[in-house]
Structure formats: structure tokens, C-alpha cells
């Protein structure tokens, strides 16, 4: 069974900084395809960024494109993948909650639809100040 756990959320004043993290875990996480998507009150999910397998691949959406930075990381142990969200420069319109999406079949990294991912996270809220 796939966990994603999400952290890192919270208020922030426009122009400033926040850091997300999903810990997964799983028979074959480092073979996950993760992304990060968000939801804004009365919006659809939308796709943010996505990591392919073995974080050498990255893709934007381009409304976060070049203020926001996705990577990810495999313990030391091998026993927990962790992907990250690096968001600058925050606006009041970034303001949603963030879901960490895992693909856990397959080797297709580009992927941008929430129909893509097969695991979800149970979300963390980013809020920004205007």
C-alpha cells in the first residue's frame, strides 16, 4: 500500500517563500513518477510540477514556472522517497491545497492530469497574505 504524506504548509505574506514535503513509501517507491497539484476553494485540481523516477526529469506548469521547484530524494536506508516543492516568490492566486500525486506503474514521467496519478496525498493548505 502507497502512503503519501504531505507537510510544509502554512501562511505566508506575497513575495515570500514555502517548502512542501511528501514522504512515500511503498515496495517500489523509487520507481514512482511523483507530481504536485493543487486546489483552490470552488476550482478544479490542477497539475503544479512533475519529477519523473529518478528526478532527472522535471515539467511546469506555466504559471508556476520559474518560482517554483520540484526534487525529490531517496534515504539513505532506501527505505522512504521524499519529493519536494520549493515555492518563491508566492502570490495571493498560488494560495490552495497542495496534493503530492504518486504513479506507481509505468515508466511515463510527463504527466499532468490528475487522472495520470494512482495515489494521492490527503492535501496541505498554502495560504498567501496580499
Known amino acids: 500500500q502507497v502512503q503519501l504524506i504531505e507537510s510544509g504548509g502554512g501562511l505566508v505574506q506575497t513575495g515570500g517563500s514555502l517548502r512542501l514535503s511528501c514522504a512515500t513509501s511503498g515496495r517500489t517507491f523509487s520507481t514512482y513518477t511523483m507530481g504536485w497539484f493543487r486546489q483552490a476553494p470552488g476550482k478544479e485540481r490542477e497539475f503544479v510540477a512533475t519529477i519523473s523516477w529518478n528526478g532527472g526529469r522535471t515539467y511546469y506548469a506555466d504559471s508556476v514556472k520559474g518560482r517554483f521547484t520540484i526534487s525529490s530524494t531517496i534515504s539513505r536506508d532506501n527505505a522512504q522517497k521524499k519529493v519536494y516543492l520549493q515555492m518563491n516568490s508566492l502570490k495571493p492566486e498560488d494560495t490552495a491545497v497542495y496534493y503530492c500525486?504518486?504513479?506507481?506503474?509505468?515508466?511515463?514521467?510527463?504527466?499532468?492530469?490528475?487522472?495520470?496519478?494512482?495515489?494521492w496525498g490527503q492535501g496541505t493548505q498554502v495560504t498567501v497574505s496580499s
Open positions: 500525486a504518486a504513479k506507481t506503474s509505468g515508466t511515463a514521467w510527463l504527466l499532468t492530469t490528475t487522472s495520470d496519478f494512482d495515489s
